[in-house]
């Protein structure tokens, strides 16, 4: 398979280089706060047409084969234009709700099962319908999202976001050796942010690294269905908003402005999961029969073809 640099003509290189080279100069949590009611002087105009894209992979829990399959996509979705048609002090919920969260399973890797890291959490994606979809066309839709294509329906500055600096480094490795695509080729992508430096510049964490769950179980956080990689992206972006409004909005015991954190969680999920299901892929697809009536259960008495590692 080809290496995939997406080439989008709508935005001139030169402008994509201007955008790169005014944000290299601003820290991660002054170019999030940009969106968050505390603009940046002189930034250019094109930064408001940014669009943030959450990247979450999960990969088989054993040591064989290698490179390990990925199993799972997770992608949290945000206009900045949305953010910026809101007041800083507007109700978190009303933010949320702008944040699209997709969970995709790989048709060819679904039947590696992390059966001890995570046993439920493939089945249990919390905020939408998850999709099945190969290899080639997971990819396809990477390059879609990540050029704002798949978004917005044109090209977009991408702003690209994780949680801790190694695992998002990690999930770029895996990418191209699974799918054989450079993310930071893609020449949309013009800012990189994660987590813990958002942690660490907004004077939360003492040091710029640490994982997700750290700061997560600090906002009194239910942690149903952790490695869902939908369910661990939507939890970063919702953690990435909750710094980047902080102090102004930020728990204080273990609400937000009024709301239990726990209560909040779950009406972010409510307004996820009303919204339309996607469009692409399969809803279901069982690895042991190949239909696309239901998923694997138990219940399927199809006999799964030999499988040297599992």
């Given at each position: ?33 940009h ?31 290698k490179?390990?399959?990925?199993t799972?996509?997770?992608?949290a ?11 800083p002090d ?42 099945f ?6 990819k ?38 699974d ?36 700061l ?32 102004r ?7 937000v ?42 219940a399927?008495?199809a ?8």
């Amino acid at each position: 398979m080809e290496s995939t640099t997406a080439q989008v003509e709508e935005i001139s290189f030169s402008s994509l280089v201007e955008l790169r080279e005014f944000l290299s100069k601003h820290s991660q949590l002054e170019i999030l706060r940009h969106f968050l009611g505390q603009p940046l002087e002189g930034a250019p105009d094109l930064l408001n047409r940014a669009i943030f894209v959450g990247l979450d992979l999960e990969w088989w829990e054993h040591e064989e084969p290698k490179p390990k399959p990925t199993t799972e996509i997770g992608l949290a979705v945000l206009r900045g234009q949305d953010l910026l048609a809101h007041n800083p002090d507007d109700k978190l919920l009303n933010l949320l709700n702008h944040i699209d969260v997709h969970h995709v399973r790989i048709i060819e890797n679904c039947h590696f099962r992390n059966t001890k890291l995570a046993p439920k959490a493939e089945h249990n994606f919390l905020f939408g319908e998850t999709r099945f979809l190969s290899k080639d066309d997971a990819k396809a839709l990477l390059v879609s999202f990540l050029t704002g294509i798949e978004t917005c329906g044109e090209s977009a500055p991408i702003i690209l976001l994780g949680h801790g600096g190694k695992d998002l480094k990690s999930d770029k490795h895996a990418l191209w050796n699974d799918f054989k695509l450079r993310v930071d080729s893609i020449s949309n992508l013009v800012y990189t942010m994660t987590t813990s430096p958002l942690a660490h510049q907004g004077r939360i964490r003492d040091e710029d690294h640490g994982p997700l769950e750290e700061l997560l179980n600090g906002f009194a956080r239910d942690k149903r269905f952790d490695h869902n990689a939908g369910n661990d992206i939507a939890y970063t972006a919702l953690v990435a908003l909750l710094i980047g409004l902080y102090p102004r909005l930020f728990p204080a015991n273990a609400e937000v402005q009024g709301t239990p954190m726990p209560d909040l969680l779950e009406a972010f999920i409510d307004l996820s999961n009303a919204k339309p299901a996607p469009t692409w892929g399969l809803q279901a697809y069982c690895f042991k029969c190949e239909s696309t009536e239901h998923n694997y259960s138990s219940a399927c008495t199809a006999v799964i073809p030999p499988c040297s590692f599992c």
